[in-house]
Nanobody, 116 residues
């Protein structure tokens, strides 16, 4: 099982990035799939996820209205479109796929830096 996160980078406040999580060895819609982030000196926090059974979507309050998560089951890929980025969005972003029966898997992380 592999989760490969990409798409991070340096962007100015108000800019946009799209993160991609390419998976292999899993069927994404059998897992709750989503994104977490960890800023320096802070604990890892959940950003957004899509559930496996009914496809419900959840967002952290801090990103609601700015971030959009989508999942392409045919491509086995999960995306996070991030708009109106703020300096406080700066963090390493990790993708995750979790199922209580099949396991809990993490990608390697991609750095997002929002700075002028």
């Amino acid at each position: 099982v592999q989760l490969q996160a990409s798409g991070g980078g340096l962007v100015q406040p108000g800019g946009s990035l799209r993160l991609t999580c390419a998976t292999s060895g899993v069927t994404p819609d059998h897992y709750a799939t989503g994104w977490f982030r960890q800023a320096p000196g802070k604990e890892r926090e959940g950003v957004s996820c899509i559930t496996n059974d009914d496809g419900m979507i959840f967002y952290a309050d801090s990103v609601k209205g700015r971030f959009t998560i989508t999942r392409d089951n045919a491509k086995k890929t999960v995306y996070l479109q991030m708009n109106s980025l703020k300096p406080e969005d700066t963090a390493v972003y990790y993708c995750n796929a979790e199922n209580p029966y099949y396991g809990d898997y993490w990608g390697q992380g991609t750095q997002v830096t929002v700075s002028s």
